[in-house]
């Protein structure tokens, strides 16, 4: 089991209105997760996505899937 920490980064695209995500995908490799967590809230919950449903997701996003964001 590895002990590596996640480091968090910020999307470029966000702007600062406080809507915001934090992803760490250092983790994909040693884990497979994606953690994502509030960026108002740092220490609180973190969500661990399966790295395979995170890039689904992502995939979506870009496609406009679920509409304009």
């Given at each position: 089991m590895t002990t590596e920490d996640p480091?968090?980064?910020t999307s470029s695209y966000s702007g600062?209105?406080?809507?915001?995500?934090q992803v760490?995908?250092?983790l994909?490799?040693?884990?497979g997760v994606v953690p994502v967590r509030d960026s108002k809230n740092p220490s609180?919950?973190?969500l661990d996505l399966p790295a395979g449903s995170?890039?689904?997701?992502?995939a979506a996003v870009r496609t406009g899937e679920f509409g304009a964001v």
């Open positions: 480091q968090w980064f600062n209105g406080g809507q915001c995500i760490a995908t250092n994909v490799a040693s884990r609180g919950p973190v995170f890039a689904t997701f992502v």
